[in-house]
């Protein structure tokens, strides 16, 4: 089984500086991990994923993630924030063996820009 | 991008009724669906997965009788919330697993309340 935690409920930040989200999981199996962005009223979209390769992932609207095995963790971030980058965030992890289709999600972190 | 549409966004029933929740995949065919369902502050919890002419799966806790999945087409999914009762009440989410690509996506969400 797999499990997800976000630390931070609400992050707020000024506009144009950087953010970062925290992600920590814990799996007995590997895993592949994902970011997902939630706008109000509006469905979940794919940010990034970490399959396998390269730790660091670059995802849309400028977003990167890195992947650390030793202290599984999946830590969003990104350099220069933007209000309309306002939204829920969510880390969700799904194994690699027998329930590799299910995704289990943290419970999302309400990013907040403010001028 | 692929869309997935769910239907209604917003229902309000009285206790002891049934809700059918559409979720259709509009530009692609999906070959498995799921339904999540997600309390305020809270992570998005998997019910059941279904597949394309087949029984769903269901999640352990989750009640079969109550919460009826049907996957009758390559592009719709219901989920029907039988004898609705106030506790019922929360933002369900389905999404949809493209054929071919495998990539998943997400519709809006629909929220019951159960009064």
């Known amino acids: 089984a797999q499990s997800v935690t976000q630390l931070d409920s609400q992050v707020p930040v000024f506009e144009e500086a950087p953010v970062e989200l925290r992600c920590n999981y814990s799996?007995?199996?590997?895993?592949?991990l994902f970011w997902y962005v939630q706008y109000p009223n509006q469905g979940l979209q794919l940010l990034l994923k970490?399959?396998?390769?390269?730790?660091l992932v670059k995802g849309i609207n400028g977003f990167e993630a890195e992947f650390n095995k030793s202290q599984t963790s999946f830590h969003l971030r990104k350099p220069s924030v933007h209000i309309s980058d306002t939204a829920e965030y969510f880390c969700?992890?799904?194994?690699?063996?027998?329930?590799?289709?299910?995704?289990?999600f943290g419970t999302g972190t309400q990013l907040k820009v403010e001028l | 991008g692929a869309v997935v549409s769910q239907h209604p966004s917003r229902v309000i029933c009285k206790s002891g009724t049934s809700v059918k929740i559409e979720c259709r995949s509009l530009?692609?065919?999906?070959?498995?669906m799921f339904w999540y369902r997600q309390f305020p502050k809270q992570s998005l919890m998997l019910m059941a997965t279904?597949?394309?002419?087949?029984?769903?799966?269901?999640e352990q806790g989750v009640e079969k009788d109550k919460f009826l999945i049907n996957h009758a087409s390559l592009t719709l999914s219901t989920l029907t919330v039988t004898s609705a009762h106030p506790e019922d009440s929360s933002f369900y989410i389905c999404?949809?697993?493209?054929?071919?690509?495998?990539?998943?996506?997400f519709g809006e969400g629909s929220r019951l309340t159960v009064l």
């Open positions: 279904s597949n394309e002419g087949s029984k769903a799966t269901y």
């Open positions: 799996s007995s199996v590997s895993v592949y």
């Open positions: 969700a992890v799904s194994g690699l063996t027998g329930g590799g289709n299910k995704l289990t």
């Open positions: 530009d692609f065919q999906a070959t498995t």
């Open positions: 999404s949809a697993r493209a054929r071919g690509t495998g990539e998943l996506f």
């Open positions: 970490y399959l396998s390769g390269s730790t």
